[in-house]
């Protein structure tokens, strides 16, 4: 199990109350006594400050969006992101919190994910 290094500042975990995989992110967070802010991602998203930190550590503009959300289908994004510049891509998500795949989870280091998957949490927080 994965210790939180000596007094860390808290993660930014951006999450929606109602999506069971954000519940999972929370649990795990609280049962390895990890520090974590939680905050509303559809109202209070990520900055474009924030969003270019977790787009340098995923290496991929599309792993911010949450290619399965009905927003996302219907600001036909599949048709639109490749035209984006990521400037553009990331003012997008900025505004529009349920566009950004969920979990989010933004570590003072820099380091960062998308999604929940167990293992690769306890890798990122080791």
Request: aromatic share 8%; charged share 20%; proline share 9%.
């Amino acid at each position: 199990m994965a210790r939180p290094p000596m007094n860390p500042a808290p993660a930014l975990l951006f999450q929606y109350d109602g999506c069971d995989t954000c519940r999972k992110a929370v649990r795990f967070l609280t049962a390895r006594h990890y520090p974590f802010t939680a905050l509303p991602i559809r109202t209070q998203p990520p900055t474009v400050s924030q969003l270019q930190k977790m787009l340098a550590a995923t290496g991929g503009l599309r792993r911010l969006f949450n290619i399965s959300g009905q927003d996302y289908r219907s600001m036909k994004m599949k048709e639109r992101l490749p035209d984006l510049s990521t400037a553009e891509a990331l003012e997008l998500l900025s505004t529009h919190g349920n566009l950004i795949k969920r979990p989010f989870l933004l570590l003072p280091n820099g380091r960062g994910t998308t999604g929940f998957d167990e293992a690769s949490w306890e890798k990122l927080l080791a």
